[in-house]
């Protein structure tokens, strides 16, 4: 099972960023458990500088952007891999 994080204080990026996830999610059929992270101290201690950020089995994926559906679906396959 994956471990799918979205760091963010819960702003429209953040929400938007966690939509997509969970709809790839549910679209690949994969078991996966969806974190927010919201506190600050939290957040900080991945090394990012601004939200959203993703990370995926404790691998930092991105941040400061809404990565594409595409980029997502692609991570979330090579993490499968590597699990």
């Known amino acids: 099972m994956l471990t799918i994080k979205i760091l963010g204080s819960g702003c429209a990026n953040c929400k938007r960023l966690e939509q997509i996830v969970r709809k790839i999610v549910e679209e690949m059929s994969i078991e996966a ?3 927010k992270v919201m506190e600050y101290p939290d957040i900080m201690a991945y ?3 601004s939200t959203p ?3 995926i089995n404790e ?3 991105s ?3 809404i990565p594409t559906p ?7 396959a090579n993490a499968l891999q590597t699990a």
């Not at 595409?70 to 979330?76: G, N, Q, R």
């Open 70 to 76: 595409a980029e997502v679906t692609i991570w979330v």
């Open 33 to 35: 458990e969806v974190i």
């Open 63 to 65: 941040f400061g952007r």
């Open 47 to 49: 090394g990012i500088t």
């Open 59 to 61: 691998k930092v994926m």
């Open 53 to 55: 950020g993703l990370v």
